[in-house]
Antibody, heavy 118, light 107 residues
């Protein structure tokens, strides 16, 4: 069974850094890009960026450029999303997602809630 | 960057109704469009990709059409489990982008 399993909820203070993991199973990790999507409470979906696990190449959305780092560890079939200089507006659920049909996402992680509060 | 605009933002409908949601891209995206359904507290679920291809396991009452800049998602006969929020997404170019969502509520 194809699965993306994310790490658990996090509570961080403003200015801190959070790193979320996404463990892959059921397919070859390096065959498909891994994406990250942000969803603030009661809001829509926002694409943050992707990593190509094959070579580590990344593309980031301009909104998050400079604060986000997406990586892939092929030894453990795990992708990571690190977001720094956290502020209250970063309070959101973060999803990893991948797609077997180009960049349409047919596989999603369960989501990780990140709360930024002093 | 390509912007995706959905309409309406919300709608009220009854079970059995035919529902249509529209998605417009700010520039042409060929058929690189996907539709998702999201229920509260859950990850989005892919319904349609390549504008009109039904994802495996998705009921045939869902259909998609369009190309270029204008797209539609149609639910032919609304069922109780279809009350949810729907998003379109372009994957023609980076940055990838979602529409703002359409909430389908019970009338």
């Amino acid at each position: 069974e194809v699965q993306l399993v994310q790490s658990g909820a996090e509570v961080k203070k403003p200015g801190a850094t959070v790193k979320i993991s996404c463990k892959v199973s059921g397919y070859t990790f390096t065959d498909y890009y891994m994406h990250w999507v942000q969803q603030a409470p009661g809001k829509g979906l926002e694409w943050m960026g992707l990593v190509d696990p094959e070579d580590g190449e990344t593309i980031y959305a301009e909104k998050f450029q400079g604060r986000v780092t997406i990586t892939a560890d092929t030894s453990t079939d795990t992708a990571y999303m690190e977001l720094s200089s956290l502020r209250s507006e970063d309070t959101a659920v973060y999803y990893c997602a991948t797609g077997f049909y180009g960049n349409a996402f047919d596989i999603w992680g369960q989501g990780t809630m990140v709360t930024v509060s002093s | 960057a390509i912007r995706m605009t959905q309409s309406p933002s919300s709608l009220s409908a009854s079970t059995g109704d035919r529902v249509t949601i529209t998605c417009r891209a700010s520039q042409g995206i060929s058929s690189y469009l996907a539709w998702y359904q999201q229920k509260p507290g859950k990850a989005p679920k892919l319904l349609i990709y390549a504008a009109s291809t039904l994802q495996s396991g998705v009921p045939s009452r869902f259909s998609g059409s369009g190309s270029g800049t204008d797209f539609t998602l149609t639910i032919s006969c609304l069922q109780s489990e279809d009350f949810a929020t729907y998003y379109c997404q372009q994957y023609y170019s980076y940055p990838l982008a979602f529409g703002q969502g359409t909430k389908v509520e019970i009338k």
